[in-house]
């Protein structure tokens, strides 16, 4: 009777010793996505002003900068943090369309405020990639300790499942094709 007492006693002390490890580990992850929100954020708050200060000069590039413009409210209006991970990755892609757009301007590449918009966007650019590395890194964590034994019978027992990692689009290694 003893030892059925100590098994039942050690089995609670583990199953309240991983579900706080869980816990840990899910709030780094929800933390981790919040900095790359952080970094979105400081990201879409340059874009207008960036679009402003390019359609000065290239005005017939309305399609461009149109797609900017949608690619920044998709991203808004996304609910889960999938749907966030891929308006993210639109954007990205769509902002790398705008600066080769720029490559046709001189004068906008020398434009004081351009370069100013650019050389912020790349920092934040810059942030957003290091807060993506740090999430994908927190998640790895989080969902290699829920599926590692014995950890994995109380995961599944408080309803723990798999966080997904921040994935590049395919594509996204592309040059972007600008044709006039």
């Known amino acids: ?13 583990m199953a309240i010793s991983f579900k706080n490890k869980f816990v840990v580990l899910l709030s780094r992850v929800k933390n981790a996505w919040s900095q790359i929100d952080v970094q979105l954020q400081r990201r879409f708050d340059l874009i207008p002003n960036l ?5 000065g000069y290239a005005a017939h590039e309305k399609g461009t900068l149109e797609a900017v413009i949608a690619a920044r409210n ?9 749907e966030k991970m891929e308006a993210s990755n639109q954007l990205t892609g769509v902002l790398r369309q705008l600066f080769a ?10 434009n004081t405020n351009f370069l100013q918009l650019q ?10 990639a290091y807060a993506r590395q740090f999430y994908n890194d927190t998640v790895t964590k989080y969902n290699q300790s829920i599926q590692l034994f014995p950890a994995s019978l109380f995961a599944g027992l408080f309803h723990y499942v798999e ?16 044709k006039f």
Do not use: H, R
């Open 1 to 13: 009777m003893i030892i059925i007492f100590i098994i039942i006693i050690v089995v609670c002390f």
């Open 51 to 55: 679009v402003e200060t390019v359609k």
């Open 74 to 82: 998709q991203y808004v209006s996304a609910g889960s943090v999938q």
């Open 101 to 110: 757009v720029s490559e046709a301007y001189p004068d906008l590449k020398s």
């Open 119 to 128: 050389e912020q966007l790349k920092e934040v650019e810059d942030k957003v």
């Open 163 to 178: 966080e997904p990692l921040f994935q590049a689009v395919t594509g996204s290694q592309e040059v972007p094709k600008v």
